[in-house]
């Protein structure tokens, strides 16, 4: 009996059975088409309450449950196979995510291998270049010199006859200096301007159905608005390979789809492009973007397994661990990577994820020290030894950078959003994004060129920042020259760090946002090394590195929000585990003060001005949670409900201009993960037909029905049939007829109207849905459908608004 039910349920595409040879020629052309689109896995899944899926090619959510449920229908597939064959591929099914991730961080240190000596090669070559190998930085040209001497005013100390420097003249030296970073950025604007892309807008006039009910005045005014705003969506202007990428990949974990951002493109262009940008002495880093890249490989090489190439839940979990390998090259931090990605980026990261991520961690670590870019042999980058040790006293003084850090941080996130939205709202600036770079360039190289603190890239700074001058190798650096120099306060060196604390703050505030791929992670970490060490002058009997090193730790703190994985960089990044409690102090008082200050970090400051839509449960619960709103609130308008809304008839079939018509209104309304909600009667003792819903089809299978599955020629009267035939309505009709029922999902999520928001913010990050059903409290009638952004909207106009239209 139930075999003959499903079979009822699930009929072929055409009924060839009761049409011409006409028709059963159009039956294999659908089904072809239908098997050139839709995987296997996807196919099998046409059978059940689930229903087929779409690649998600558009500004989309993914549906993690449904991939959760296909998933296992793979994973049966795969184990109801026997012999040895299937035993390897078994085998091979288990083991492919360690394989991946083994894989991306091999490839990960091999792509930031390339890319740290070429920007140490680059960024030299504005001072000059190596007679023996114009393609050696300065470092190895001068190997038995000090490795980073720092050039005064007048003249370089120590002497290093393999490295020319172009003029011996300060002016001349000045000009070619300048000049040659304007070349880089303009090669760095113009390799990102090659990745831009327009995307359907997260926010735009037409996208009505995300504008929550507000009431003024007792008067619902989403409808009225609603008819003069229904225009065709605008389009949003991308650049894939600009700026961090790490706002974008939280989008991406949280379910969301942006198409092109992982590609190959992407990823050639964010190298190039970070070597040329960081070459011309930006307040910028490298290590954002190698998130970015690490992630484009994570995607790149998770394609190539049938585990993750069609499934969007498994490939997220693939790209979390695949974050943690770029900040493991960054920085020479294999544990701090994988506790970023769980701190900072991923919104779902289990155990298993948590493995992965340490092995591909591990593995780009290990890869890296073997390729030895820093020419030391050691995976440490700033590896100091401090010859003197803090005393409680102390504590006192790292509290004060903690402060001093989260008061930079909080003041960062402010005037950074402030300048975006002034300077950047400028026509010609908004036109000509590679003319803010060049504007950026040329302030930051004549602010930063006449200090020789500031004047070499941010990696370099931070390492002279760091020096210990009790150590006999560090001696001659120009730091430590100086703060020998005298018995006294050497006050023209103190105006250097002065100087170079100020025009770091004021650089990295405006160039934080411009469209060359880019981090804030070094800048953060020079300006609290700066302010650190001159801390530390009017600290005597303590090494100043040590103060530097905490500062640095506080500042970026206050602008990035990490804590533990900050804490555990910092001991990476420098070797020094006795230094771990100052760290701690100061990063956790630069968070308490920063949040006060301004509650949102620079990645979540940096989605809220790109637009992205994401949903951040902490955030979202902490804004509904002063407000008793029920579920309710979120019904879109009776206007939108009645487009989305198809009573389906007893014969479960929907003529096919009537789906036609509201398809086209989805499209005006530029919703890329609208849908259709099917509904039909049921007759109730308490009073009337109440619509029960049936099932739910997302507009992207809609259109694939209507457009690809459409017969060449076809009769006005052709039908839809979107429930599988009526049990009790005998045979299906002698019509032609396209069958959407493998896309229609029939046991839809759903909500009462009367629960709090609170339950549906949970539902929809902890569960990932798409969308969710929202039925009448007592008859359980279908009264509205929320999608996951008309929720992510109604959450940022509370954020900013609050309660004020209401």
């Not at 839709?38 to 196919?43: A, D, F, I, N, S």
């Not at 990745?195 to 007792?218: R, W, Y």
Request: net charge negative; glycine share 8%; proline share 5%.
């Amino acid at each position: 009996m139930t075999s003959e039910h499903e079979a009822s349920e699930h009929t072929p595409l055409l009924h060839s059975n009761r049409l011409s040879q006409l028709q059963h020629d159009q039956d294999e052309e659908a089904q072809s088409v239908i098997s050139s689109t839709v995987t296997k896995e996807e196919q099998q899944l046409a059978g059940s309450t689930v229903g087929e899926r779409l690649p998600y090619n558009d500004y989309t959510t993914i549906d993690w449950l449904h991939d959760l449920v296909k998933d296992s229908y793979r994973f049966r597939t795969i184990q109801a196979r026997r012999g040895l064959r299937y035993k390897f591929l078994s085998l091979f099914d288990a083991s492919s995510g360690w394989l991946a991730v083994m894989l991306i961080g091999t490839l990960t240190a091999c792509v930031a291998f390339v890319v740290d000596v070429a920007v140490a090669t680059v960024s030299d070559w504005k001072l000059g270049y190596c007679t023996r190998n114009p393609f050696l930085n300065r470092e190895g040209c001068c190997a038995n010199k000090t490795p980073f001497l720092v050039f005064s005013a007048e003249k370089e100390l120590g002497e290093c006859k393999a490295w020319h420097a172009w003029s011996q003249n300060y002016a001349r030296s000045f000009g070619v200096y300048v000049g040659l970073a304007l070349v880089f950025g303009l090669i760095s604007s113009s390799l990102t301007m090659t990745t831009k892309s327009e995307l359907p807008s997260v926010k735009t006039a037409s996208d009505a159905a995300l504008t929550p009910q507000i009431k003024i005045n007792g008067h619902d005014e989403s409808d009225d608005n609603q008819a003069a705003t229904s225009t065709s969506p605008g389009g949003k202007v991308m650049y894939m390979a600009s700026g961090s990428g790490i706002p974008e990949i939280k989008t991406i974990l949280s379910g969301f789809s942006i198409p092109s951002f992982l590609s190959l493109h992407v990823l050639l262009v964010k190298a190039f492009g970070a070597v040329f940008a960081v070459s011309t002495g930006m307040c910028l880093g490298k290590e954002g973007p190698f998130v970015h890249i690490s992630t484009c490989v994570g995607y790149l090489v998770g394609s190539l397994f049938p585990k993750y190439s069609s499934n969007g839940r498994q490939m997220r979990q693939l790209l979390s661990a695949a974050c943690s390998s770029g900040l493991s090259v960054a920085f020479g931090a294999p544990i701090g990577g994988v506790l970023f990605s769980y701190e900072e980026i991923s919104t779902y990261f289990p155990r298993k994820v948590l493995w992965k991520a340490f092995l591909c961690s591990l593995s780009a670590a290990m890869v890296l020290k073997a390729l030895n870019p820093t020419g030391t042999g050691k995976l440490v980058l700033f590896e100091t030894n401090y010859g003197t040790d803090y005393s409680p006293i102390h504590y006192l003084v790292f509290a004060l950078l903690g402060v001093a850090g989260g008061i930079f941080g909080g003041l960062f996130c402010k005037l950074n959003f402030a300048w975006s939205k002034w300077f950047r709202a400028f026509s010609i600036i908004k036109q000509n994004p590679v003319l803010e770079v060049g504007i950026v360039v040329l302030a930051t190289t004549l602010l930063q060129f006449p200090n020789p603190l500031t004047r070499e890239p941010g990696d370099i700074v931070i390492k002279n920042l760091l020096v210990d001058c009790g150590d006999n190798e560090s001696q001659r650096s120009w730091v430590c020259h100086n703060e020998a120099a005298a018995e006294n306060t050497n006050w023209n060196y103190v105006g250097y760090l002065i100087y170079g604390t100020l025009t770091k703050l004021v650089l990295t505030i405006i160039t934080f946002g411009i469209k060359v791929p880019s981090g804030v992670i070094i800048p953060a970490l020079d300006a609290g090394a700066l302010f650190g060490r001159l801390v530390g002058q009017l600290i005597p009997s303590i090494s100043p590195g040590i103060f530097a090193m905490v500062g640095a730790a506080a500042f970026l703190a206050g602008v990035s929000r990490m804590t533990i994985s900050l804490a555990v960089i910092m001991f990476e990044l420098t070797g020094q585990l006795s230094y771990t409690v100052p760290n701690m102090l100061a990063i956790l008082i630069a968070k308490w003060v920063a949040d006060s200050i301004s509650s949102e970090g620079v990645y979540d400051l940096a989605q809220t001005v790109l637009g992205h839509p994401f949903l951040d449960p902490d955030t979202a619960l902490s804004i509904v949670r002063h407000r008793a709103r029920l579920t309710e609130t979120l019904i879109p308008p009776p206007r939108t409900m009645s487009e989305i809304t198809v009573l389906v008839p007893p014969t479960n079939l929907v003529p096919y201009s009537l789906l036609k018509q509201k398809l086209a209104q989805l499209h005006d309304r530029g919703l890329m993960d609208a849908g259709l909600v099917l509904v039909q009667s049921s007759s109730r003792t308490t009073g009337g037909d109440v619509p029960m819903c049936q099932g739910y089809i997302s507009q992207s299978e809609l259109e694939f029905g209507l457009t690809r599955l459409k017969p060449s020629s076809f009769p006005a009267d052709l039908q839809v049939r979107v429930l599988g035939h009526a049990i009790d309505d005998g045979p299906a009709p002698d019509c032609l007829e396209i069958d959407l029922t493998p896309f229609v999902d029939r046991t839809p999520l759903s909500i009462c109207a009367k629960a709090p928001l609170e339950y549906a913010v949970e539902m929809f990050s902890k569960l990932g849905l798409r969308y969710l059903i929202v039925t009448e409290e007592g008859t359980g009638g279908m009264v509205g459908v929320i999608i996951k952004k008309r929720l992510v909207g109604y959450i940022e106009h509370l954020r900013e608004h609050g309660d004020e239209d209401e």
